[in-house]
Nanobody
Framework: QVQLVESGGDLVQPGGSLRLSCSVS????????IGWFRQGPGKEREGLLC??????????ADSVKGRFSISRDNATNTRTFYLHMNALTPGDTSIYFC????????????????????WGRGTQVTVSS
């Protein structure tokens, strides 16, 4: 069982930056790939960035390449993954979720098809002046 808790969502002005956190706890955490997803008003949930558990390979959706990045902090027993967001636009307004998956054919498959085993509850990001 894996638990994920997102935090850091806020109201930010266009062009601003924000860092979201995903705190991951549970058993056998090294086996899980982690992804960041979002769902805007009236839109389907979209995979943004996913990082593979074993080799650290990363998939970035075209919509966030060059603006968003993912990092991790393994310093404690509870693993924390961060989503760094820059050059935010009103189109980035969404609920942001992190998720964990034990296996996928590829890290891109996980992100594109949202094939995950565990979801967090999400954190709201609003980009507005």
């Amino acid at each position: 069982q894996v638990q994920l808790v997102e935090s850091g969502g806020d109201l930010v002005q266009p062009g601003g930056s924000l860092r979201l956190s995903c705190s991951v706890s549970g058993n056998n955490l090294d086996a899980y790939s982690i992804g960041w997803f979002r769902q805007g008003p009236g839109k389907e949930r979209e995979g943004l960035l996913c990082i593979e558990a074993h080799d650290g390979s990363t998939y970035y959706a075209d919509s966030v390449k060059g603006r968003f990045s993912i990092s991790r902090d393994n310093a404690t027993n509870t693993r924390t993954f961060y989503l760094h967001m820059n050059a935010l636009t009103p189109g980035d307004t969404s609920i942001y979720f992190c998720a964990a998956a034990a296996w996928n054919p590829s890290i891109s498959f996980m992100c594109i098809h949202k094939t995950v085993a565990y979801w967090g509850r999400g954190t709201q990001v609003t980009v507005s002046s």
